[in-house]
């Protein structure tokens, strides 16, 4: 008898043109199907919905969509995902196809579409992954010739796909500084909707590169056919959705073509960056789920891992900080039950010493007079504590006012001729498309953890957008290339370091949440969700966040009251029953705290340690919306078998005597009887009248439990614990 450690039924079809079956090509996962046509030599989408059982008579039923990679130069007028200027200097180009393969492997389907320009050695490349039981399929696309002379791209999408409705919400997550991740939703009328950043740097400021798309009524949670995508790129991005008049929609997405026209010569091959697209029947919240569940699986960096708490130094001292302070911090960090400290900007520079945003930054050596006896100093007495270390940079920029753009000015992005530099924050962005700059950001940060291996997480910040727009580094035809040569340089900077530090956690910021999305979650393990840590405010950005990006990656930080964004005054409990919806952490001076404060900060970073399995790798149900007008909130995190769950109910506004909160929860198991606890508590009486009773299933989802919280910023967090199947 032979042992077989895997597995892995391994199907592989290689369909040629001449084939028979070249007709169909059926992508799929057990929920979704999206299935290819070839027509006359030409890919025709047919179908992106349900699972189909079969495709038998697929063909016949007369709906075809555009093609599946429409071509500038085919014969149509509609939106495109390829422009080419040929060597030649033709713009035309007409794709047909060739041949495709697929394998299925474990859980995931693998298909490659070969294309051709019907004229010319112009080669697209559709690839799929389709993960089975995530119900996620992931699209990019690679584009290469063999033509004489360079091929100018100037539309370049990773994906095209076609939807067909009677009506259409498109939801999507706007924001600026503060207030990233605004859900909003339209109707599109005819003509073309877009999405977009143009900032190349800290996208998710104006709108983050995700969408919700609901057919025929606006999205709900629980009912109704909804898509839901992420283009995992962290530059500029455009999703265009383009109603006809036959009342399709089309969906054109990929990286923003705005200024960015693309040479390609025969020996380069251009990658788009990966969508990633779910569909779901029964509303937005299962999509939610696939989402989460895919990128913890697959994308996100240590999807497995649970995630330690943390206290960030930035709110608790700023600039403002020396040994003793940080130390001190360190102390009542300990003292709490945190498990990370992390020293946020302001400990580096000598010459020009970083003690506000104004200098030093590009200079990344210990501040003497601040930290006289280096980081192994601080990283002794961090682990003395039972604490982990981790540090801030932000690498890719610099202040004017550094050693660094001293003696580096080509370095900087910049608007050439003499132009003006323009400044924001009091500083410039280095020029990521020169290998060069790529090695020195590399080896900022390499060395920083060479030299203290102790050191366990980065928090790397980014504090400007592009805006600068030329490079020294490249050629006059190339300056156009600025915007995505910048972002893979980027990205391989960012791949370089996590795979020589795979035990470092990384956390995305840019500003906050400037810089959420799905290629940055490849590499790092979380992102900060925003630097507005007002927990009433968080309540909407942690809602919109969390639709598309999952709660262990969105960090969220217990912060002092009044919060120092909007100077509102909100109660310790709810400020922390927010933070705990995602990766609970601190970002206050412990010694700002009242003794009763740190007990009660405590407790709850207790509770977070016992239920963070359930936050971190449970699946989230959203059972009502802050959006909503009836001042409540409510959250819900499951275990995938449904044995324990945390419910988060939070009012945010006052609710006068018959105005009570009636929460019906999702999730559980029908038949299971699940024991209900009220953990976070600060007084003896619960607000609900279940506490400590044992409750089935069905009764909790369907009847439902009043919930008694009248006044603004109040709130419940419950444990419910399956006793009984
Ligand atoms: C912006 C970040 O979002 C903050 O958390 C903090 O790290 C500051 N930068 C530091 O300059």
Redesign the pocket.
């Known amino acids: 008898m032979f042992k077989i450690q895997r597995t892995i039924i391994i199907c592989i079809i290689l369909i040629s043109a001449l084939s028979t079956n070249a007709q169909t090509i059926h992508i799929n996962t057990n929920n979704m199907s999206l299935v290819y046509n070839v027509s006359n030599s030409k890919l025709y989408q047919l179908h992106f919905g349900p699972v189909l059982s079969s495709l038998k008579g697929i063909e016949y039923t007369g709906l075809i969509y555009n093609e599946a990679y429409p071509s500038f130069g085919n014969g149509q007028s509609d939106e495109v995902a390829l422009i080419a200027t040929h060597a030649d200097g033709s713009i035309a180009t007409d794709l047909v196809y060739k041949k495709h393969t697929q394998t299925t492997s474990d859980n995931i389907q693998t298909t490659t579409i070969q294309l051709q320009d019907e004229r010319k050695p112009f080669y697209v490349e559709l690839n799929f992954k389709a993960y089975q039981k995530e119900n996620v399929i992931e699209q990019w696309v690679k584009i290469h010739h063999k033509d004489k002379g360079n091929i100018r791209l100037e539309q370049f999408a990773s994906s095209a796909i076609g939807f067909k409705a009677e009506s259409y919400y498109l939801t999507h997550f706007y924001g600026g500084w503060a207030k990233e991740m605004m859900m909003v939703e339209e109707q599109l009328t005819n003509g073309t909707k877009c999405i977009e950043t143009k900032r190349g740097v800290r996208s998710t400021e104006y709108e983050n590169p995700s969408f919700i798309l609901s057919l025929n009524q606006k999205a709900q949670e629980n009912n109704g056919e909804v898509y839901m995508g992420a283009l995992a790129w962290s530059g500029n991005f455009k999703f265009g959705f383009q109603v006809d008049d036959q009342e399709r929609c089309q969906m054109i997405a990929g990286i923003n073509p705005f200024a960015s026209d693309y040479l390609i010569s025969s020996s380069d091959t251009f990658l788009t960056p990966r969508m990633i697209l779910t569909y779901s029947n029964s509303g937005k919240n299962a999509a939610s789920i696939n989402l989460h569940r895919w990128s913890r699986k697959y994308n996100l960096r240590d999807g497995d891992q649970r995630r330690p708490v943390v206290l ?1 130094s ?1 709110e608790g001292a700023y600039f403002d900080f020396d040994e003793t302070k940080i130390k001190n911090m360190m102390d009542g960090a300990s003292e709490m039950g945190v498990e990370m400290f992390v020293l ?2 302001g400990w580096f520079g000598n010459k020009y010493p970083r003690n506000s ?1 104004k200098a030093g930054l590009g200079d990344w050596q210990v501040n003497k007079k601040k930290l006289p006896n280096g980081i192994g100093s601080l990283i002794d007495h961090a682990e003395s504590k039972g604490l982990k270390f981790g540090i ?1 940079v ?1 690498p890719e920029m610099v202040n004017p006012k550094s050693e660094l753009a001293e003696n580096h000015p080509d370095w900087i992005i910049q608007r050439m001729n003499g132009r003006e530099m323009l400044l924001e924050r009091n500083q410039l962005l280095l020029d990521l498309s020169n290998p060069k700059v790529q090695d020195f950001v590399f080896n900022v940060v390499h060395k920083l953890l060479v030299e203290n291996p102790r050191i366990a997480y980065i ?1 790397w ?1 980014a ?1 400007r957008h592009l805006q600068n727009f030329g490079s020294t580094y490249l050629e006059t035809n190339q300056q156009s290339h600025l915007w995505i040569d910048y972002t893979k340089g980027l990205g391989s900077v960012i791949e370089r370091l996590t795979t020589k530090h795979p035990q470092v956690i990384f956390q995305a ?1 840019a ?2 949440g400037g810089r959420v999305d799905f290629g940055a979650l490849k590499y790092m393990h979380e992102f ?1 969700a925003s ?1 507005n840590t007002d927990a009433y405010d968080r309540l909407f950005i942690q809602w919109g966040t969390n639709h598309i990006y999952p709660p262990i990656a969105t960090g969220a930080h217990i912060v002092k009251s009044p919060g120092h964004q909007t100077r509102r005054q909100i109660p310790l409990k709810f400020r922390c029953d927010v933070a705990m919806g995602g990766r609970l952490g601190l970002e206050l001076q412990p010694s700002n705290l009242k003794k009763e404060d740190i007990l009660f900060t405590k407790s709850v970073i207790d509770s977070y340690k016992k239920y963070r399995h359930i936050i971190q790798f449970g699946d989230l149900y959203r059972l009502q919306s802050p959006y909503d007008n009836d001042g409540f909130a409510s959250i819900k995190y499951v275990t995938q078998n449904k044995n324990e769950a945390i419910a988060m109910v939070y009012s945010h506004e006052f609710h006068r005597r018959n105005e009570r909160n009636l929460l019906k929860l999702k999730g559980l198991d029908e038949n299971g009887i699940y024991r209900v606890v009220e953990i976070n508590k600060i007084s003896k009486k619960s607000t609900v009248d279940c506490e400590g009773m044992e409750i089935s299933g069905s009764i909790l989802m369907n009847t439902g439990i009043k919930v008694d919280l009248k006044k603004p910023y109040t709130s419940l967090v419950l444990y419910l614990e399956k006793i009984e199947n």
């Open positions: 960030n930035w946020d900007d945003d801030w932000e928090k910040d504090n910021c500003s906050g900060w630097d």
